[in-house]
């Protein structure tokens, strides 16, 4: 049996996720992050992106939309603003969410009083989950 780190990713709304894990793979604001067992300490901010997460039955992916990860060398722990299994993705909805961000990028160019970084996150939020949710 391989080395084991305990992975906990949380929300403000519900623990989405606590597992003994192989490796974690995270996308920090500055660059991606390969987590094992016994890793040194540390504390990031995330991007919107998926966490890829290793254990013995293979790789998962979570649809994270920002947050921390605060690593210690037995525990890792991921504080997002949402978190999402592939299963809990409605793909209608992020189909949508995807198009409306879209569409209000189109009309920034052409009109003010569109807040451009927030349909931008948007934008990226609904890709996320749209990606992840391939991975059902």
């Known amino acids: 049996m391989a080395n084991k780190i305990r992975l906990d990713i949380v929300t ?15 996308r920090a604001t500055d660059g991606d992050l390969g987590i094992l067992p016994g890793h040194a300490p540390l504390i990031a901010g995330l991007e919107i ?12 992916l979570f649809s994270v939309c920002g947050g921390f990860i605060e690593v210690r060398p037995q525990k890792i722990t991921v504080l ?10 409605d793909i209608d909805r992020a189909e949508s969410a995807k198009e409306r961000a879209e569409r ?3 009309e ?6 569109i807040d451009v970084r927030r349909a931008e996150v948007a934008l990226k939020r ?11």
């Open 12 to 26: 403000p709304d519900r623990m989405v996720y606590s597992a003994d894990v192989n490796m974690v793979i995270a």
């Open 104 to 106: 209000r990028l189109k």
């Open 49 to 60: 992106w998926p966490l890829r997460i290793q254990t013995d039955e293979g790789e998962s």
């Open 108 to 113: 920034a160019e052409a009109a003010s009083g």
């Open 80 to 89: 997002a603003g949402c978190a999402e299994l592939p299963e809990e993705i």
């Open 126 to 136: 609904a890709i996320v989950r749209l990606k992840v949710a391939e991975k059902k």
